[in-house]
T-cell receptor
Framework: ETGVTQSPTHLIKTRGQQVTLRCSSQ?????VSWYQQALGQGPQFIFQ???????GRGNFPPRFSGLQFPNYSSELNVNALELDDSALYLC????????????FGSGTQLSVL | KNEVEQSPQNLTAQEGEFITINCSYS?????LHWLQQHPGGGIVSLFM???GKKKHGRLIATINIQEKHSSLHITASHPRDSAVYIC??????????FGSGTQLTVLP
């Protein structure tokens, strides 16, 4: 049990739609990062938030955006969904005092039809 | 060339065998992580290393910073160890870069 919860667990959307994925971290986890994992591949870094500000971004287009809230929850928003956006989306959080130990959620499986 | 390379990609072992999974990286790092991912997606952090060696139960992780190489060892492997093992590194931009994972299957 990592204490990081993601919702929903599964989601089906159609091309062109918008989606919001949610992540709830443990209290005090002021860093959250989001990853995209295509089937059979390792996760790819999307972006990271620290104290509600984006402080790192991977090679993803601007239609991938995020928010982090004071209650240690966060969102990943994807606009204009494409078929290739079908993947497992993972969030991971960390907090001061653990170095960079990461606590992962179980992920949201997104299917774009 | 990927920044993080793992080998082997797939590994099948008999219960009780000693297992080694290797990870090489090509960038400067502040930490290296070994992660375990079971079917269904959930990822568990096994180790975070910046130098030396760590041990937790039957798992041992080592890192050689000069050679940019790390190994994950599993002693007395068990079918419940079957999972994907992923090596990931934290670079200077605090971005986590993942290897493509090693699918381990331990047969009873």
């Amino acid at each position: 049990e990592t204490g990081v919860t993601q919702s929903p667990t599964h989601l089906i959307k159609t091309r062109g739609q918008q989606v919001t994925l949610r992540c709830s971290s443990q209290s005090g986890h002021n860093t959250v990062s989001w990853y995209q994992q295509a089937l059979g591949q390792g996760p790819q870094f999307i972006f990271q938030y620290y104290r509600e500000e984006e402080n790192g971004r991977g090679n993803f287009p601007p239609r991938f955006s995020g928010l982090q809230f004071p209650n240690y929850s966060s969102e990943l928003n994807v606009n204009a969904l494409e078929l290739d956006d079908s993947a497992l989306y993972l969030c991971a959080s960390s907090y001061p005092g653990t170095g960079e130990k990461l606590f992962f959620g179980s992920g949201t499986q997104l299917s774009v039809l | 060339k990927n920044e993080v390379e793992q080998s082997p990609q797939n590994l099948t072992a008999q219960e009780g065998e000693f297992i080694t999974i290797n990870c090489s990286y090509s960038v400067g790092i502040s930490a290296l992580h070994w992660l375990q991912q079971h079917p269904g997606g959930g990822i568990v952090s096994l180790f975070m290393l910046s130098s030396g060696k760590k041990k937790h139960g039957r798992l041992i992780a080592t890192i050689n910073i000069q050679e940019k190489h790390s190994s994950l060892h599993i002693t007395a492997s068990h079918p419940r160890d079957s999972a994907v093992y992923i090596c990931a590194v934290t670079g200077s931009a605090r971005q986590l870069t993942f290897g493509s994972g090693t699918q381990l299957t331990v047969l009873p």
